[in-house]
């Protein structure tokens, strides 16, 4: 019998240990406007970084270190390339709808059980439409760390993200299509 009742206190403390890791990350994400950071990125083995800032909902701009490739979003297109040639994608068919969307991220930290990672990571695993998107957390301070996405193609695209500024004084002009400026 105190074997059952061992076994109870420890599920119990460690679902009280998750449901605060969730509520400090949504407490976090509730708090920021934007981000600034600096990335490496490997989409299928090929290594790049650079700078972005995120200003939510649903806007991006990164610039590449090494090619002057830009990758900016305004909310509703994707542009990616250099001038003058941008390719562009209608941003909901896209992972990157959903990582630049709070109130989405927010919904499905809530519904979703956590996985912790070599005891430093927090990552929450999110299915939709086709993607896979797993989003990771520092277990200490409970900020973004990066991100990984499949696609519908199967192309797996790892974002880890470094130097981060919240709610900084941001350009809104940033966020424009790559074409008008």
């Known amino acids: 019998m105190i074997r059952y009742l061992l076994v109870f206190i420890f599920l119990i403390l460690v679902s009280n240990a998750q449901a605060d890791n969730k509520r400090e990350i949504i407490e976090n994400l509730q708090n920021i406007q934007n981000l600034n950071f600096n990335f490496e990125q490997n989409i299928n083995g090929k290594i790049e970084n650079g700078n972005c800032t995120i200003q939510y909902p649903k806007k991006i701009y990164c610039k590449y270190k090494k090619n002057n490739k830009i990758l900016v979003s305004n909310g509703k297109i994707l542009y990616v390339g250099k001038k003058p040639?941008?390719?562009?994608?209608?941003?909901?068919?896209?992972?990157?709808?959903?990582?630049?969307?709070?109130?989405?991220?927010?919904?499905?930290?809530?519904?979703?059980?956590?996985?912790?990672?070599?005891?430093?990571?927090?990552?929450?695993?999110?299915?939709?439409?086709?993607?896979?998107?797993?989003?990771?957390?520092?277990?200490?301070?409970?900020?973004?760390?990066?991100?990984?996405?499949?696609?519908?193609?199967?192309?797996?695209?790892?974002?880890?993200?470094?130097?981060?500024?919240?709610?900084?004084?941001?350009?809104?002009?940033?966020?424009?299509?790559?074409?008008?400026?």
């Open 85 to 181: 040639n941008f390719h562009q994608y209608a941003l909901k068919k896209t992972p990157l709808n959903f990582l630049l969307d709070k109130k989405f991220l927010i919904k499905k930290i809530n519904m979703l059980e956590e996985q912790i990672i070599d005891d430093a990571y927090i990552n929450f695993k999110i299915i939709e439409n086709n993607n896979e998107i797993n989003i990771f957390f520092d277990k200490k301070s409970f900020h973004l760390i990066g991100w990984q996405t499949k696609d519908v193609y199967q192309n797996i695209s790892v974002t880890y993200i470094s130097s981060i500024k919240e709610n900084q004084q941001i350009d809104k002009n940033l966020f424009k299509s790559p074409k008008q400026n």
